[in-house]
Nanobody, 124 residues
Framework: QVQLVESGGGLVQAGGSLRLSCAAS????????MGWFRQATGKEREFVAT????????SYADSVKGRFTISRDNTKNTVYLQMNSLKPEDTAVYYC?????????????????WGQGTQVTVSS
């Protein structure tokens, strides 16, 4: 069983930055691909970013490419999402997810564990 706990969300003005963290329990974190997803009110969950178990392979949604960066520290069992140049349309609950395999994925159904989410609100 893996538990994921997100933190770092909050209220920020457009153009600002936030860094989300996701702390994972368990000794096999470095065997898991990780992902960030988000869900805005009234909308379906959407992919944001994903990273392979080693951190060498990353992928982003077109809407965040060039603004967000996913990274991980396997010594701390933590994955991060650095969000820069935030826009009001980035407002959503952001979820961290773990996939019990090496390869990253942009498909939510490929993930086995999910965090409780952290709210990000970007004001205009």
């Amino acid at each position: 069983q893996v538990q994921l706990v997100e933190s770092g969300g909050g209220l920020v003005q457009a153009g600002g930055s936030l860094r989300l963290s996701c702390a994972a329990s368990g000794r096999t974190f470095n065997n898991y691909a990780m992902g960030w997803f988000r869900q805005a009110t009234g909308k379906e969950r959407e992919f944001v970013a994903t990273i392979s178990y080693s951190g060498r392979v990353t992928s982003y949604a077109d809407s965040v490419k060039g603004r967000f960066t996913i990274s991980r520290d396997n010594t701390k069992n933590t994955v991060y999402l650095q969000m820069n140049s935030l826009k009001p349309e980035d407002t959503a609950v952001y979820y961290c997810a773990a996939r019990t395999t090496y390869a990253s994925s942009s498909t939510g159904n490929d993930y086995d564990y999910w965090g409780q989410g952290t709210q990000v609100t970007v004001s205009s």
